[in-house]
């Protein structure tokens, strides 16, 4: 059973609409506000034509401030920080000593020495602590500042009636701002594939600006979403979830140690060109053209969605997994994120998938996204 150490301000609200406050990262998070698959479909929708509103504040937020901690990020992630200007985010890996991924995170840079490092459920607080140890750089574990994160088309629209300048926030782009009368750092960064953002606050103004967003938003279709409609949104945009996709949750059947590399999992786009020193450097470089596996994508045939953890199988022989699958009925799309051999990861390639009932069902490989493929949406101007 796992201990939930951490708690969210907004636990009272999950609460009053159903919510069933389960384990993420340690904290009681809002997986479900009922298991219907109506509320799954409607809260799906909701982000794709409208927003929705999500408690994403399981996420670890960590300060680290002081003339060394670029040096302490440079060290323990694979991008060049000192090309990041204050104002500005970027996406990450962080590997181990094997040069195999432990962990992603947004790196903000809030102003010359002054950085907040976001991560999920790997062991990169971990890693940044050995990178600091000795170095003059405060690492400050911050649970009270608290993320929402509002997604959708309509979402720059809401924000632009409170927010002077919003809808020249570039992605993943950061402006420190007011909103309904309080301190707010807004990004311009999510984990849906929509133009949306993610809402800092402190966790004493977290429940009256998640209540003056939902009342205020109402009319333009913004509501509550469930934690569990990201893997939805996800599946869709190619945004890997830690452990979810990986080793540690699908063990390799040869018994080799848990642990993919980013040219595995698609992810060698983390490392700045050109970047050594970090750690696991050498051996990340060392791992390409050894490609175990590869993450890629599944088109089904029909309306029957994968099951989480299917048999992916190639000529009746059982050749991989479908890490997670999903339905739209808004695209008329049945896809999903497999683990599945280097010379099946072709488009084309014709495959079966079969759910733990025995269903088979007949599928392709296709490159991800499925959804906005060019990443018009997630990156438009004005």
């Known amino acids: 059973m796992a201990i939930i150490y951490r708690t969210s301000a907004l636990a009272q609200r999950h609460a009053e609409i159903g919510g069933e406050l389960e384990d993420w990262n340690g904290m009681g998070t809002a997986w479900f506000y009922d298991h219907s698959d109506e509320r799954a479909k409607a809260d799906y929708e909701a982000v794709r034509t409208k927003a929705g509103l999500m408690d994403v504040s399981g996420l670890k937020k960590i300060h680290l401030s002081g003339p060394h901690a670029a040096a302490v990020i440079d060290r323990a992630t694979t991008r060049n920080v000192d090309k990041l200007m204050p104002g500005r985010a970027v996406y990450a890996a962080m590997l181990d000593d094997r040069g195999l991924f432990i962990d992603d995170c947004v790196i903000y840079r809030l102003s010359v020495n002054n950085?907040?490092?976001?991560?999920?459920?790997?062991?990169?607080?971990e890693s940044l602590a050995m990178a600091a140890y000795g170095k003059n750089v405060s690492m400050i574990f911050d649970d009270d500042l608290h993320d929402m994160s509002l997604q959708g088309p309509v979402a720059v629209d809401f924000l632009a009636k409170h927010v002077p300048g919003i809808r020249d926030l570039a992605?993943?782009?950061?402006?420190?701002?007011?909103?309904?009368?309080?301190?707010?750092?807004?990004?311009?960064?999510?984990?849906?594939?929509?133009?949306?953002?993610?809402?800092?606050c402190e966790g004493r103004h977290a429940i009256a600006l998640w209540d003056a967003i939902l009342e205020d938003g109402k009319d333009m279709g913004i509501r509550p979403v469930q934690f569990s409609t990201l893997d939805l949104l996800?599946?869709?945009?190619?945004?890997?979830?830690?452990?979810?996709?990986?080793?540690?949750t699908y063990p390799f059947e040869n018994g080799a140690a848990c642990g993919d590399s980013l040219w595995e999992l698609g992810l060698e786009f983390t490392v700045s060109p050109g970047k050594t020193g970090f750690r696991g450097a050498e051996n990340h470089?060392?791992?390409?053209?050894?490609?175990?596996?590869?993450?890629?994508?599944?088109?089904?045939?029909?309306?029957?969605?994968?099951?989480?953890?299917?048999?992916?199988?190639?000529?009746?022989?059982?050749?991989?997994?479908?890490?997670?699958?999903?339905?739209?009925?808004?695209?008329?799309?049945t896809v999903g994120i497999a683990r599945m051999p280097v010379e099946c990861a072709t488009p084309g390639?014709?495959?079966?998938v079969r759910n733990g009932d025995g269903t088979e069902i007949p599928c392709v490989a296709e490159e991800m996204p499925f959804y906005d493929k060019d990443k018009a949406i997630r990156t438009a101007k004005g």
Do not use: C
């Open 115 to 125: 950085w907040l490092l976001v991560h999920g459920t790997g062991t990169g607080h």
């Open 234 to 248: 996800r599946t869709e945009s190619y945004l890997l979830f830690y452990p979810g996709d990986n080793s540690e």
């Open 349 to 352: 390639t014709k495959m079966t």
């Open 171 to 200: 992605y993943f782009g950061i402006i420190q701002t007011k909103l309904f009368g309080m301190p707010v750092m807004i990004s311009r960064t999510g984990y849906t594939g929509e133009r949306g953002y993610e809402i800092f």
């Open 285 to 333: 470089y060392a791992l390409e053209g050894k490609e175990r596996f590869k993450i890629y994508g599944v088109r089904l045939e029909g309306t029957t969605a994968a099951d989480e953890g299917a048999d992916l199988l190639k000529d009746g022989e059982k050749v991989g997994v479908v890490t997670y699958g999903m339905r739209s009925d808004l695209f008329d799309h």
